[in-house]
């Protein structure tokens, strides 16, 4: 009787299946720090804005008071979207 030789055809499925993952998770990964990366230009953005005040825009003597309303106010809210 002769042997086949090689994987079977579930082998190739799986193994299929498991590089699919991979690229998912891989692009997933690449987007989630595209997004990092827009969040912190936006908090750089805002601090700088912030420092070139030359009073607080609220009136208000915390600085970190007056970071999070004018992050609020350009409609950061602080949380994570989820994708």
Do not use: C, F, K
């Not at 720090?33 to 003597?61: F, H, K, Y």
């Amino acid at each position: 009787m002769l042997e086949r030789a090689g994987l079977p055809l579930w082998g190739w499925a799986v193994g299929a299946v498991l590089v699919i993952a991979v690229i998912l998770l891989a692009y997933r990964a690449v987007e989630a720090e595209r997004q990092l990366q827009a969040a912190q230009r936006e908090i750089d953005n805002a601090m700088v804005a912030l420092r070139q005040t030359p009073t607080l825009p609220t009136g208000s003597p915390d600085p970190e008071t007056d970071l999070a309303r004018a992050l609020l106010s350009r409609g950061m809210t602080g949380q994570a979207q989820h994708v």
